[in-house]
C-alpha cells in the first residue's frame, strides 16, 4: 500500500467472481463510498482502490462482502484452474450417458430416461453448484450477473423435463426421444436433460479454459516477481553468510558466484564478470561489469565472481519498480473497456427481459409451451457477458506483461490509446540518441609520429585532468596503451587545457589556440569541427604531435531507430541543448531533419508546447532530470531506464534498455495490444448481436448456444495469448 499526504492506494484480491457482471457491481459498491476510486479486474481478480485517509482498508473489505464476494488486502493462492478441472471431468463422466442417450434413439432402452434423469441431477446441481450458488447471492443483494442466465437457464430446461417425466408422457418406458439442432414444436413427452447436462459441461469447460488462459496470461508477471533472490551471501570482515534476502541493508557487501542471481540493486566493489540481464531489459547481449559499474537484482551473473555493495532493497529496487507499474497497468481500463463495462451493466436486465418477451411472443403466435420455453432457454444460455468482461484484462495482462520480459513498462491502459494517435517523437539527443559520455573517436598523428605515440603522450598528461573531455582521452589511450606513464609539473591552464613535463619535454593538451599547427591539421581540424566533433591539439616543446578528435557518439542502434520510428508514421525532431552545428551533425548521422537547437531545459516544454499548437501529437523521448517536464508535458512520455529517477517518473513508458529501438518496440507493442483489444471486443459485440436474433427466433438449440458461448470466452483469451508472440525488432 502507498501512501499521500491525503490518499492512501490498496489492491485487494477478490475471490467468488464468476463475470464481468460480478466486477462492476464490485466496482459500484466500492465507488460508492466516500472519496473512494476503485477499478476491479475480473481478469486479475484484483480491485485497485485509491481512498481517503479517514477509510479503513476494513471499511473496503465491507462494501465487498456486502456484495456477496470476499476480499483480502493479501492475494491468496488459488488454483481456480484445479478445481474446475474437477468438476470439468465429474460432469463430463457422468453427463456423457445422458447426451449419447438422448441423441442416439436406438441405443435408448426401456426406462432409459430413469437413470438418465438421476445423472442429470448430479451434474445440474453438484458440479453446476457453482452458477446456482452465485446466482443465488446476487438475487440476495438485488442483482443479476452472467450465473443468473446460466442458472436461470439450466434449471428451466431440468425442471420442464422433471416436470414431463412426473406428470407428463415423458416417464412411459417405451418412450423415444428424438435429438434436433433447432427447438423441437413438442409434446409433454419431451425431456432437455441433454441440454441441461450439455450446458452445464460446456460452460463449466470453459470456465476451466478460462482459467487456465488466465494464468498464462499474467506468466510473466508472475516470471518478473520472482526474479528475485531468496537469500543472500553478505560479507562482513571477510566471512560470507547466508542470510534472508529480507535482512539485507542498503550499504552492506554481498557475494555474487558465477550462475547465481544478483540479489538486490548496487555497485560492484570488485571482481569483474559478464552479466545476463535478459528478464529485466530484454537484452540478449551479457553486459561486461567491473568494479564502479552498477548492476541490477535479478540479473545473472554468468561470469566471475563479484563483490556488490547493495544501494536499493525491498520495495526501492528496480524490479519491484517494474513490478508495481506492470501491475498498476494491468489493473486500469482502456476508453473501450469502459464501454463494454457500461454496456454489461445493463446487459443482463436486457437479456432476461428478451428472453420473457420470447417466451410470451411464441406462445402469443401459437407455438406449443415446450418450444417456447427453449427458445427462451437458448436466448439466456446465449446471451452471457462474458467474453466482453475479458476482451480488455487479457489482452492487457499478456500485453504488459510481455512488454515487462522486454524491459517496456507501460504505466496505464489510456497510454495505448495515445499511442495510436501520436505523429510526431520528439527525441532528446545527449543520453538518448547519443550514449551521453565523451569518446575519443579519431586519432590524427602529425608527419613522423606514429598512433601509439601520440596517445602515449596525451594519455600520460590527461591523466591528471578531470574534465569529461581529458577522460575521454584517457580511456581511448588506455585501450590501446594499457600502462601510461607518470608525468611531473602538471598544470591545468582553466578553459584552455594542460600541460606537464613527460621524458624531459614540455607537454602541451588542449586548445588549438595553444599550438602552432600546419596547414594540414588546421584543414582536419576545421572538417572535425564541422561535424560536431572536439578536437584537442597535442604538442611537445611546440612541436606539434597531432590532433585528437573527441565527441559524444551516436549509439549504433539510432539510425536504425529512427528509420523504425519513421516505419510506424511518426516525424522524428531531434532536440537538444547543444550548439546548432553539433545537433545538425547528429540528426545527418542518423537520418533527421527536424533540429531544434540551443534550447534551456525549461524551453523543452516550450518546444513541445509549440509542436502541439501546430496540431501535433507529440511523443517526447528522454533520461535526464531536465527532460521530466518536457515528458510530462508530452502526450506520450517515453523515459529511457538508464536515466534518472525524476525522468521515470515522468513518463508514460519507461525502456529499461537504453536502446532507442526500444522506443519503437514499445509503440508497436502498444498498438498490437490496442488492436487486440478492440479486436476482441468487437467479436465480443459480434457475436451477442448474431447470437440473441437466432435464439429468440427459435433457430438454436440451447445445448448449443452454452458450447457457443463457452468457446467465445475461450477465443477471446486465446487471441489475447498471440500477443506472447510479439517480438522486437532487436531479436
Not at 78 to 86: C, W
Not at 124 to 134: D, E, I, S
Not at 241 to 267: C, K, N
Not at 546 to 552: A, F, I, N, P, Q
Request: glycine share 10%; hydrophobic share 50%; net charge neutral.
Amino acid at each position: 500500500m502507498t501512501t499521500t499526504e491525503t490518499t492512501h492506494r490498496v489492491e485487494l484480491a477478490i475471490s467468488g467472481m464468476t463475470c464481468a457482471s460480478c466486477a462492476n457491481r464490485i466496482e459500484r459498491k466500492l465507488n460508492k463510498l466516500a472519496g473512494v476510486t476503485a477499478s476491479v479486474n475480473y481478469a486479475t481478480e484484483k480491485a485497485s482502490v485509491e481512498f481517503p485517509a479517514g477509510t479503513a482498508v476494513a471499511d473496503l473489505v465491507s462494501a465487498v462482502e456486502a456484495a456477496g464476494y470476499a476480499a483480502s488486502p493479501e492475494r491468496p493462492e488459488e488454483d481456480h484452474a484445479g478445481e474446475l478441472g474437477e468438476r470439468v471431468a465429474v460432469a463430463a463422466f457422468l453427463g456423457a450417458p445422458v447426451v449419447v442417450l438422448s441423441m442416439v434413439p436406438a441405443w435408448q432402452f426401456p426406462g432409459w430416461q430413469w437413470p438418465a434423469l438421476a445423472l442429470a441431477t448430479a451434474v445440474v446441481w453438484v458440479c453446476g453448484w457453482p452458477f446456482h450458488r452465485a446466482a443465488a447471492v446476487n438475487a440476495r443483494h438485488g442483482a443479476s450477473t452472467m450465473d443468473t442466465l446460466v442458472s436461470m437457464g439450466v434449471v428451466v430446461a431440468y425442471l420442464w423435463s422433471l416436470y414431463a417425466l412426473v406428470f407428463g408422457e415423458a416417464g412411459a418406458l417405451g418412450m423415444r426421444h428424438e435429438f434436433s439442432f433447432l427447438p423441437r414444436p413438442s409434446t409433454t413427452g419431451d425431456i432437455y436433460l441433454e441440454v441441461a447436462v450439455g450446458v452445464t459441461v460446456f460452460l463449466l469447460l470453459g470456465r476451466w479454459l478460462e482459467a487456465r488462459s488466465k494464468r498464462r496470461a499474467g506468466s510473466a508477471l508472475r516470471a518478473l516477481l520472482e526474479l528475485g533472490a531468496k537469500d543472500v551471501g553478505v560479507l562482513a570482515d571477510g566471512v560470507e553468510t547466508r542470510v534472508p534476502i529480507g535482512q539485507l541493508r542498503v550499504g552492506q557487501h554481498f557475494v555474487v558466484r558465477p550462475g547465481e542471481r544478483i540479489a538486490t540493486d548496487g555497485v560492484v566493489v570488485s571482481g569483474a564478470s559478464a552479466v545476463d540481464r535478459s528478464m529485466v531489459t530484454g537484452e540478449s547481449v551479457p553486459e561486461e561489469v567491473r568494479a564502479g559499474d552498477e548492476v541490477v537484482g535479478g540479473t545473472v551473473n554468468a561470469g566471475g565472481r563479484l563483490v556488490v555493495a547493495a544501494s536499493r532493497v525491498g520495495r526501492d529496487t528496480q524490479l519491484a519498480h517494474m513490478a508495481r507499474l506492470v501491475e498498476r497497468a494491468q489493473s486500469g481500463k482502456a476508453e473501450a473497456q469502459r464501454l463494454a463495462d457500461r454496456v454489461s451493466a445493463v446487459f443482463v436486465p436486457v437479456v432476461l427481459a428478451v428472453a420473457v418477451l420470447t417466451l410470451v411472443g411464441w406462445l402469443l403466435a401459437g407455438r406449443p409451451l415446450e418450444f417456447a420455453v427453449t427458445a427462451a432457454v437458448a436466448v439466456l444460455v446465449i446471451a452471457c457477458p462474458c467474453a466482453l468482461g475479458l476482451a480488455t484484462p487479457t489482452a492487457l495482462l499478456v500485453g504488459t506483461g510481455r512488454g515487462a520480459q522486454l524491459g517496456i513498462l507501460v504505466k496505464g491502459p489510456e497510454v495505448l490509446e495515445s499511442t495510436r494517435r501520436v505523429d510526431t517523437v520528439v527525441l532528446d539527443k545527449t543520453g538518448t540518441v547519443t550514449t551521453g559520455r565523451l569518446d575519443l573517436v579519431d586519432v590524427i598523428p602529425a608527419d613522423g609520429v606514429t598512433r601509439a605515440e601520440l596517445l602515449t603522450v596525451a594519455g600520460a598528461v590527461e591523466q591528471g585532468s578531470e574534465h569529461p573531455v581529458a577522460a575521454a582521452v584517457v580511456r581511448g589511450a588506455r585501450a590501446e596503451v594499457p600502462v601510461l606513464p607518470e608525468v611531473a609539473e602538471f598544470a591545468n591552464r582553466e578553459g584552455l587545457g594542460v600541460t606537464a613535463v613527460l621524458d624531459g619535454r614540455r607537454v602541451t593538451v588542449g586548445r588549438l589556440s595553444l599550438v602552432d599547427l600546419p596547414d594540414a591539421l588546421l584543414d582536419r581540424a576545421e572538417r572535425e569541427q564541422r561535424r560536431g566533433r572536439t578536437v584537442v591539439a597535442v604538442a611537445a616543446d611546440d612541436r606539434p604531435l597531432g590532433l585528437l578528435s573527441v565527441t559524444d557518439a551516436v549509439k549504433p542502434t539510432s539510425a536504425r531507430a529512427v528509420r523504425e520510428l519513421r516505419a510506424l508514421g511518426l516525424r522524428p525532431v531531434l532536440l537538444t541543448g547543444d550548439h546548432r552545428v553539433v545537433a545538425e551533425a547528429v540528426a545527418a548521422e542518423v537520418g533527421i531533419d527536424e533540429v531544434v537547437a540551443g534550447v534551456l531545459p525549461a524551453e523543452k516544454v516550450e518546444v513541445v508546447r509549440r509542436l502541439q499548437a501546430e496540431g501535433r501529437v507529440v511523443a517526447m523521448v528522454g533520461d535526464g532530470v531536465n527532460d521530466a517536464p518536457a515528458l510530462a508535458t508530452a502526450d506520450l512520455g517515453l523515459a529511457l531506464g538508464t536515466g534518472t529517477d525524476v525522468a521515470i517518473e515522468a513518463g508514460d513508458l519507461t525502456l529499461v534498455r537504453g536502446d532507442l529501438r526500444a522506443a519503437a518496440d514499445a509503440i508497436r507493442l502498444s498498438r498490437r495490444t490496442l488492436r487486440t483489444i478492440k479486436g476482441n471486443l468487437f467479436w465480443a459485440f459480434a457475436y451477442n448481436v448474431a447470437g440473441l436474433p437466432l435464439a429468440a427466433l427459435g433457430l438454436l438449440n440451447p445445448m448449443l448456444a452454452g458450447a457457443a458461448m463457452a468457446f467465445s470466452s475461450v477465443f477471446v483469451v486465446t487471441n489475447s495469448l498471440r500477443l506472447r508472440g510479439f517480438r522486437p525488432s532487436t531479436s
